[in-house]
């Protein structure tokens, strides 16, 4: 116990590579290039949610996988409206995010349709299971969710296709221009693409060019600045940064050196991390 700020259920960092820090440094190293939140200059700052949004099914925030269901399962949002035309429903934020980018999009020559938005608790379980009935449990996991951990549940997720239906929901789908558009420009309206290529051992899911998420535009632009390749390396990186504590090392590393996207900061002769944010 050091200086007060040690809790109990805290985790103590024990070398200058721990654990979870040799983590982020695999992770940053490994990261691809993350869409660069360049909207026309009304973009608001990057800024990183708290640990609390990171588990509350009503931020836009909250991450939602295989290993961290809604809480609770049965989650429903407390508001959802039609995105135009298409049958399909997301929370209002989500909504608006979309119409703009289908319309940027279409500005540049690529007609994009809603082919899934929200879906409920109920839908979940009977999608799973027809996919559970065709495929087997162990496939039907890898490309689709159980009830309660599927983010389309959250009026969040919006999966898009193009209106000719070429590569509808197929890795293939990424390799066409409208794909490619979308890669590049998805962070600008407050979007990633969730499960990118290459992650499926870190999301859980192959690779999806057509799911994007929608985070909002502060969030986005922080998840970029990260250089976090997935959604779950940069909550892990939030979580891990407010959970360590300070503590006083033998074996100093140099003040001021980065490790992954931590900063070491050794300036009153404790081993500190802090996040990207305080990093240049
Ligand atoms: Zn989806």
Same mark, same amino acid.
């Given at each position: ?14 070398? $200058?590579?721990?654990?979870? #820090? ?7 190293? %490994? =990261? ?10 009304? #973009?608001p700052?990057?800024? #990183?949610? *708290?640990?609390?949004?990171?588990? +509350?099914? %009503?931020? !836009? ?17 407390n ?5 135009t ?43 799973? +299971? ?14 689709? =969710?159980?009830?309660? !951990? *599927? ?29 490619? $558009?979308i ?10 693409i ?11 899911y ?13 969030? !986005? =632009? ?34 001021? *050196? ?15 991390? *802090?996040? $990207?944010?305080?990093?240049?």
């Amino acid at each position: 116990m050091i200086d007060g700020r040690d809790a109990p259920n805290r985790r103590r960092v024990r070398g $200058w590579l721990a654990p979870a #820090a040799a983590l982020f440094l695999a992770c940053a190293l %490994a =990261a691809a290039p993350a869409a660069q939140a360049t909207g026309p200059g009304d #973009a608001p700052p990057a800024a #990183a949610p *708290s640990v609390d949004e990171l588990r +509350d099914p %009503a931020s !836009t925030a909250v991450l939602v996988n295989a290993s961290r269901p809604l809480d609770p399962v049965d989650h429903v949002p407390n508001h959802l409206e039609p995105v135009t035309g298409s049958g399909h429903e997301l929370v209002p934020e989500a909504a608006a995010a979309t119409r703009e980018l289908i319309e940027a999009a279409a500005s540049a020559g690529h007609f994009l349709a809603v082919e899934s938005g929200y879906r409920s608790y109920t839908r979940q379980a009977e999608l799973f +299971d027809q996919y559970s009935a065709r495929y087997g449990e162990a496939y039907a996991s890898r490309i689709s =969710a159980e009830p309660g !951990t *599927s983010e389309h549940q959250l009026g969040l997720a919006v999966d898009l296709g193009l209106t000719s239906g070429l590569c509808s929901l197929q890795a293939c789908f990424g390799d066409t221009e409208a794909g490619q $558009w979308i890669a590049e420009h998805a962070g600008e309206y407050g979007f990633i693409i969730r499960y990118p290529e290459g992650s499926e051992e870190l999301t859980g899911y192959s690779y999806e060019p057509w799911h994007l998420r929608y985070l909002g535009e502060a969030t !986005t =632009a922080d998840f970029a600045a990260s250089k976090a390749g997935t959604y779950e390396e940069y909550v892990d990186a939030l979580e891990a940064a407010a959970d360590v504590v300070a503590e006083p090392l033998d074996d100093l590393p140099p003040e001021g *050196s980065a490790l992954g996207p931590l900063r070491i900061d050794v300036s009153d002769g404790l081993f500190r991390l *802090s996040d $990207w944010r305080e990093f240049e």
